[in-house]
């Protein structure tokens, strides 16, 4: 994944979000939410990449992956799906859903808290309201799941790896347009945090954002 620095590298393919699956032109109101992803100023920490969108949740989607990449080290990644469908989805409760992945490995210590499932719920929900971000019908799960290594892999220390699926409805402003670059920066504000990484210093979509408590710096999230 190549340094975006906030901006997202150019794609030509399906990724960009610019045809349906039929192939045919996309709403105004999508291409503009789209372009304010693309658009997004986020902190230099972050990694973005369109990817591949999913084609069977929604008439149109789009979808990019980010990872909290420090000293060439991975220590959250996730992904994060546009989705949306113009004449609307009763169970959205308007035209635009946003849809994420994010994980991250934990030291033992933090990983044995019996509250982190619901502190890690409140991160995401936090992260929104600390943006002033209106958002309905919020859903998700958080995984905690534990890995332990045997035989030739007995000298691993034992993982925990923490994952929140999640969605949400983003309130649409003018023109039927949710302000996708400020969720993006509140989603890549739940990243850094999983990651441990402490708050970044308040900017333009920083202005009246709570202080949050960062979990101490833990080893990046394993893949298979």
């Known amino acids: 994944m190549a340094a975006a620095q906030g901006q997202f590298s150019d794609h030509s393919d399906d990724a960009e979000g610019t045809t349906d699956r039929e192939g045919t032109s996309v709403p105004p109101a999508f291409r503009l939410a789209v372009d304010g992803l693309r658009g997004a100023r986020l902190r230099p920490e972050i990694e973005v990449d369109p990817s591949k969108p999913p084609r069977r949740l929604a008439p149109y989607a789009y979808a990019l992956e980010a990872a909290v990449v420090e000293d060439d080290e991975d220590l959250a990644d996730g992904r994060l799906v546009l989705l949306h469908d113009p004449a609307g989805h009763e169970a959205w409760q308007g035209t635009f859903r946003l849809v994420t992945l994010v994980r991250a490995e934990l030291e033992p210590e933090m990983a044995a808290d019996p509250l982190l499932p619901e502190v890690s719920w409140s991160w995401l929900t936090g992260a929104l309201e600390a943006r002033g971000l209106p958002f309905e019908e919020a859903s998700g799960t958080v995984t905690r ?8 892999l007995a000298d691993r220390r034992p993982a925990t790896q923490i994952e929140i699926r999640a969605s949400w409805t983003p309130r649409e402003g003018r023109g039927g347009v949710p302000d996708t670059a ?13 990651a441990g990484l402490p708050p970044s210093a308040p900017g333009p979509l920083d202005a009246g954002s709570a202080a949050v408590v960062s979990l101490p710096q833990r080893r990046g999230p394993q893949h298979p």
Do not use: E, P, R, T
């Open 145 to 152: 799941a534990g890995s332990h290594y045997f035989g030739g």
């Open 182 to 194: 400020a969720h993006l920066a509140a989603w890549c504000d739940l990243l850094c945090q999983i």
